[in-house]
DNA sequence: GTCTATAAGGAGATAGAC
DNA sequence: GTCTATCTCCTTATAGAC
């Protein structure tokens, strides 16, 4: 049996352009942002007319909170991939090493944009805001128990913790490192973790110990 | 003689009028960003009609390219005024520190956005490009100098120093914080600082040394 | 220089034929 | 369900009176 199940063939066809239509927005929306997206860059993208776009979906807001609904499952089903024997702290820099990577190849993790436009359009959207609401909620769990085992620094508030880590799946110094330091990929993702984690400051304190050696903490 | 030496009456009128329009500009940008930004908004702000607007600034395009120079002006400027005896380091961290603070006060202290569509807009504008390279190449210089000292990580590719810098002056962090956590601005900025510089991992090492005692480094 | 009125074009959304 | 053609509104920009 395939994936579509008891689906008929019209049906199957159905969800397959719809698939195409919410890749294509995905990849408008990565590259333009949602201002400057229009329904025709979607419909030609794929080769369908404009009324044929809006069959599927009623509105802009409509297929754009759709295809960020779906960018929110695969962000939630890529943390519960994760091996449970991974800590906090390793979770949480798996997904965001997994989020950069996806920006990287054009796609789109998790926000189109910082938009507040934006950001009130998809919180009016419910099916949205309940998958936000659990991830964050997750997420939130996760650093909070970084923050006991002191993986991550338990000074900080919580949430200052938390929208550093989403800031920094949408860092613009990747576009930036991507584009005029012509960096290689794994690099970039690589520094972008290593500055998350540890900020720019120095990596290594020296301290001295009694008799008056250097001893490198890292 | 006042600051505007000799010239007549109606050009300091203009000129007045010329800042208001672009502290107006600047707000609208801060707050809804450049697409969502119309001459209907400067003009309404101010209180004046859209064709007078255009007697000032020939297109929107004109209009931004101004209010953002004026913004790196301001940048340079503040950049100046530090006193000499700071650090590479402490540099950047005031400059930051100040940028974080124009934000929070619901101005702008560099870009309206990151949009790679108002990035070639800007880029179009010779006197802006202009700035921003004069600017870039002085932080650059910091960054290598603090590099050199060991106040700013120097294993880290000078370019992923720089960029986080950037990314740090608009990290969507601070209008969170400021929305949801409903945090002081104090606070905020001090946070903010602590994670560009020291990250959100531990900020501490314990390091045992030879007779075991638990030193801390920080 | 400032306004009222308006052109010109873009973009979301739809009517109606097939 | 898909298309061509069209509607409507919004926004940039300007013409022309005062």
Redesign the interface.
Known sequence: MSIFGKLSFKDQAFILRENAILDATTGILA???F??MTMDDVANMIGISKPSLYKHFKSKEDLVGTAMVRLLDNASAKLEQLPESLGA?AKLSALLEWALRVRLDGGLPFLPS????VREMLMRNLKYVGKVIKLNSQLEKLVLQAQKS????P???S???L?????RT????V???QR??K?EKEDIVR??L??????????Q?Q?M???NDH?R??
Request: net charge negative; glycine share 8%; charged share 20%.
């Open positions: 590259s333009k942002g201002d400057l702290k910082t938009s507040a436009h002191g993986e991550i620094n000074d900080l508030p949430d200052v913790v929208y550093s880590y989403y800031a949408c860092d613009p110094a576009e930036y490192l005029f330091s960096m520094y972008m290593e500055v998350c984690f540890d900020g720019v400051g120095k990596p304190q301290i110990t009694a008799n001893v903490t890292r």
